[in-house]
């Protein structure tokens, strides 16, 4: 066990966050009375009084360390690694600067890092209407509390839990010791859509320990004007080149069959939510696209996925096509004469166009 006091250095990239900055500042804040750190804002290229506010926060708030890094506008991806190189403390976390923590949770999820020696944590995360209408469990809260049962916490990892490869992508849902990080020099992809997919995969895949936790540690907004992850928009091919070096990093790690089943169920939940973020002139370029991402998974993992009744329908399908289950003339009436659902129009015509001869 590991006896003296950790310390915590907060991530916190914001483009144009007028309107939340200063609350989020002021929810990570909490945290770092007890436990010592900072927090590290990267102001990526914002065109409002962003920093203004910020240093605003320091100026009222003069116990709490509070670095602001100016950039111009980079993505998250780079602004998130542009963080990164000012970490000094034991343990770093992400935050959104329009989300929120508890802080309370944080501290008690730190001390228990650091005395069971974890790389990472993974607490429960809730969401909230930017309008406060609601306020739900979010991802993979059900998951997580089924995986620890009857327990408050559980040291573990990928290859006892394979289940955790398909827990949220997010890196901001998450907690990680700064030198895990360094050591397997994981960093984000400078794109600008599912930059969180790689490094948060790499990270179950290398981390010897995985401290699962009860905590709700944070508070996710939705429905806000402009909000990344629920516009429609052009980057949505960047989510490919996550998913391939997500599934390299798989291929050279994976031990099992069973891994790369979870770690297959959720970059197959990716491309799910890219088409539908996809604008209606790039379908046909993503859905070839997914066809040559998916060409590259292992069939035993394919073969294991589309046989495994506890696994959604929709992604077993996705499984029946890439693995070759169905024969031309099967696959034919499967896309052409079965009413259409998001699948079928994925691949359906792209079947046709590149095998239907």
């Known amino acids: 066990m590991n006896t003296g006091k950790p310390t915590l250095d907060v991530i916190i990239v914001a483009h144009d966050m007028r309107d939340y900055i200063y609350e989020s500042l002021c929810s990570c804040s909490e945290a770092l009375r007890p436990l ?33 890094v100016q950039t111009a506008n980079q993505g998250p991806g780079a602004a998130r690694n542009r963080g990164l190189k000012e970490v000094r403390s034991d343990y770093v976390c992400f935050v959104d600067a329009d989300d929120l923590v ?35 469990p979010f991802g993979d809260a059900g998951l997580i509390k089924r995986l620890l049962g009857d327990n408050s ?20 849902m998450r907690i990680f010791r700064a030198g895990f990080l360094q050591k397997h020099g994981i960093e984000f992809d400078d794109i600008r859509f599912c930059e969180d997919v ?6 179950l895949l290398l981390s010897n320990a995985v401290l699962l936790t009860n905590e709700t540690y944070y508070y996710y907004r939705q429905n806000r004007p402009q909000q990344r992850t629920s516009d429609t928009r052009p980057d949505t091919m960047d989510v490919f080149l996550a998913i391939d070096r997500s599934l390299q990093r798989g291929k050279e790690t994976i031990l099992d069959t069973s891994q790369g089943v ?73 896309f052409c004469y079965r009413r259409p659902r998001l699948v079928d129009q994925l691949f359906g015509g792209l079947y046709r166009l590149t095998r239907g001869k």
Not at 108 to 115: N, P, T
Not at 153 to 172: H, I, Q
Not at 198 to 203: E, K, L, M, N
Request: glycine share 4%.
């Open 36 to 68: 010592g750190g900072s927090l590290i804002l990267v102001d990526d290229g914002s065109s409002d009084d962003t920093v203004a506010l910020a240093k605003a926060f320091s100026a009222s708030h003069p116990d709490i360390a509070l670095t602001i």
């Open 102 to 136: 508890n802080s309370a949770a944080l501290v008690r999820i730190i001390h228990a890092m650091h005395r069971y020696h974890a790389d990472m944590a993974l607490p429960i995360a809730y969401c909230f209407d930017d309008g406060l209408r609601y306020t739900r």
């Open 153 to 172: 916490a559980l040291v573990t990892n990928s290859r006892d839990m394979p289940e955790l490869l398909d827990t949220e992508t997010s890196m901001c």
């Open 198 to 203: 790689y490094p948060s995969r790499a990270a």
């Open 262 to 334: 979870q770690l297959t169920r959720r970059l197959s939940r990716l491309v799910m939510w890219g088409w539908e973020l996809t604008p209606l002139g790039h379908q046909r370029e993503f859905s070839e696209r997914a066809y040559q991402t998916f060409s590259q998974v292992p069939r035993p993992w394919l073969r294991a996925l589309r046989r495994d009744r506890r696994i959604e329908k929709h992604i077993r399908r996705l499984a029946c096509y890439f693995s070759g289950y169905y024969n031309k003339k099967n696959i034919d009436h499967f």
